[in-house]
């Protein structure tokens, strides 16, 4: 069985950028070799080469568009591969795209030989994503993110339906869960209900100590 993804997103917090977002890349290989899990990254876009150059942990970009050519400040699947990236998010609820959208940059992240994780806000959404055969379909209650209110705790069956209705479409589709994730029990519990690791962001790059934190989310793995 292959491990499971624990996926942090430094969003655009000041604290995930320059020497901070450093020390938190620094602390994910620490962990990730010491503890098997695999424990990926999605940096602020200035940094994606620098960690794909410095760091053994797999680097998402926070987003992509499936264009390419003539497009100012966009972010075109193929420069995001070239920087070294393993994959992307897609439709974060931060960053929201239509339906054909979405479908178009998972086309894209496959043409460029990049994993795709589709975010979505509700079981419907979920099977929506995983009907274009993304690499994970991400689960995250917008309500919850940032709250400090697991999703794990507060809705529960949102995880077991979402990975009931994905793995119906497609079972080579995995499923990631987050919102409010922020302890080893959060991780332990999404993967007690079916899914393949969490997606998180503010619990590790707002922490005082980023190291402690990622140990404790390996930790019941």
């Known amino acids: 069985m292959s491990s499971p993804l624990i996926l942090v997103n430094f969003k655009s917090y000041r604290e995930g950028a320059g020497n901070a977002a450093g020390q938190i890349g620094s602390a994910a290989e620490l962990v990730m070799q010491e503890s098997g899990v695999t424990i990926g990254v999605a940096p602020q876009f200035v940094e994606l080469h620098p960690f794909c150059k410095h760091y053994e942990i797999p680097v998402y970009a926070q987003h992509i568009d499936a264009v390419e050519g003539a497009f100012t400040g966009r972010i075109p699947a193929f420069t995001v591969r070239a920087a070294g990236c393993v994959g992307s998010l897609i439709n974060h609820s931060e960053r929201r795209l239509t339906i054909a959208e979405i479908e178009a940059c998972v086309e894209a992240a496959k043409f460029n030989h990049l994993e795709s994780v589709v975010c979505t806000n509700n079981v419907a959404v979920s099977a929506a994503a995983a009907a274009f055969l ?88």
């Open 134 to 221: 993304p690499t994970y379909v991400a689960i995250e209650p917008p309500e919850l993110i940032g709250s400090g209110i697991s999703v794990t705790k507060a809705d529960p069956d949102i995880i077991k339906n979402s990975v009931a209705a994905v793995k119906r479409i497609s079972p080579d589709v995995k499923v990631l869960c987050g919102a409010g994730i922020q302890s080893g029990e959060c991780v332990k519990t999404a993967i007690d209900f079916g899914a393949d690791g969490v997606l998180l962001a503010s619990s590790v790059v707002k922490a005082k100590d980023p190291e402690a934190v990622l140990r404790d989310l390996v930790s019941l793995l």
